[in-house]
Nanobody
Framework: HVQQVESGGGSVPAGGSLTLSCKAS?????????MAWFRQAPGKEREGVAS???????KYADSVKGRFAISRDNAKNTLYLQMNSLKPEDTAMYYC????????????????WGQGTQVTVS
């Protein structure tokens, strides 16, 4: 049984911060999975935000470098995204994704997805 549930979204003013969480349940040990955050704004294609491999290697989209930080707690089966200095263009539905292989920010390669959590920056 595979399940991922995101939380932590909301509405914040520009310059504010949010921390997203994604609690997962997988058939294999959580630590074996590459995890990532993606986002999709209305009318736009889904885009990669940040990924973290099973050994902790991270990758970020240029648009969020220096503002967002991805991390994982394998003991809690939970992925995080700390978002600082938020901008209106960060407004989107944010999804966590997982795969047994490290696909970086290539969203089409990920097998397992959560339902998403909305982030609105005004």
């Amino acid at each position: 049984h595979v399940q991922q549930v995101e939380s932590g979204g909301g509405s914040v003013p520009a310059g504010g911060s949010l921390t997203l969480s994604c609690k997962a349940s997988f058939d294999r040990p959580y630590g074996q999975y590459c995890m990532a955050w993606f986002r999709q704004a209305p009318g736009k294609e889904r885009e990669g935000v940040a990924s973290i491999g099973s050994v902790g290697t991270t990758k970020y989209a240029d648009s969020v470098k220096g503002r967002f930080a991805i991390s994982r707690d394998n003991a809690k089966n939970t992925l995080y995204l700390q978002m600082n200095s938020l901008k209106p263009e960060d407004t989107a539905m944010y999804y966590c994704a997982a795969d047994e292989y490290n696909h970086g920010l290539a969203w089409r390669q990920y097998q397992h997805w959560g339902q998403g959590t909305q982030v609105t920056v005004s």
